[in-house]
Nanobody, 121 residues
Framework: QVQVVESGGGLVQPGGSLTLSCAASGSIYNVRDMGWYRQAPGNQREFVARITAGGSTRYADSVKGRCTISRNNAENTAYLQMDDLKPEDTAVYYC???????????????WGQGTQVTVSS
């Protein structure tokens, strides 16, 4: 059994900052890529950022320069530091983790339930 749980969302004023956390737990042998996605009302879920186990990162153009993704491999956690938040960043933010449950496993993608981020004055 594997669980992915996000936390850290909330209400913030434009220009403010938030840090989201993603924790993977359960029967885990190894965690490969971890990524953040978001979905605003009426929109499709979109990519925000991802980080490999080795620390390589990639960002969506819409958040480049304002967001920083990081991870702690020992704790199977990932973080998304978001600065200079804008109203258009309002969305439910989801974490996705590629998790292997054994040495022979090729891995599966696990999603969390999401955490709401609202940017409003």
């Amino acid at each position: 059994q594997v669980q992915v749980v996000e936390s850290g969302g909330g209400l913030v004023q434009p220009g403010g900052s938030l840090t989201l956390s993603c924790a993977a737990s359960g029967s885990i042998y190894n965690v490969r890529d971890m990524g953040w996605y978001r979905q605003a009302p009426g929109n499709q879920r979109e990519f925000v950022a991802r980080i490999t186990a080795g620390g390589s990162t990639r960002y969506a153009d819409s958040v480049k320069g304002r967001c920083t993704i990081s991870r702690n491999n020992a704790e199977n956690t990932a973080y998304l530091q978001m600065d200079d938040l804008k109203p258009e960043d309002t969305a439910v933010y989801y974490c996705k983790a590629r998790i292997l449950q054994s040495f022979f496993d090729t891995g599966d993608d696990y999603w969390g339930q999401g955490t709401q981020v609202t940017v409003s004055s």
